[in-house]
């Protein structure tokens, strides 16, 4: 069992930052895959970015690239997204998962693929 705990969300103004942080309870973060997500009221779960156990591979949808960048420190079990330039329209609940990747370099970008999930963090993005 991998339990994710997400942080840093808030209400923002049009342009500003935020880092999103999720912290997993296992000593053997390392071995796991790890995705963001997100979910704007009345819309589906969005997949957003992934990166993978070494953290050498990352995925992003098209609408966020060179905005938000996802990391993670395998020291500190801990995954990031950075977003930048943020704008009304990432409001949304934002969702840290897991799994168990077998190698190194691979990501997952289907929520079925993850079997650990995190209760969210809120961003709010005022115009």
């Known amino acids: 069992q991998v339990q994710l705990v997400e942080s840093g969300g808030g209400l923002v103004q049009a342009g500003d930052s935020l880092r999103l942080s999720c912290a997993a309870s296992?000593?053997?973060?390392?071995?796991?895959?790890m995705g963001w997500f997100r979910q704007a009221p009345g819309k589906e779960r969005e997949f957003v970015a992934a990166?993978?156990?070494?953290?050498?591979?990352?995925y992003y949808i098209d609408s966020v690239k060179g905005r938000f960048t996802i990391s993670r420190d395998n020291v500190s079990n801990t995954v990031y997204l950075q977003i930048n330039s943020l704008n009304p329209e990432d409001t949304a609940k934002y969702f840290c998962a897991a799994r168990e990747a077998l190698y190194a370099s691979i990501w997952y970008s289907k929520a079925k693929d993850y079997d650990y999930w995190g209760q969210g963090t809120q961003v709010t993005v005022s115009s």
């Open positions: 990166i993978s156990r070494s953290g050498r591979n990352a």
């Open positions: 296992r000593r053997t973060f390392s071995s796991y895959a």
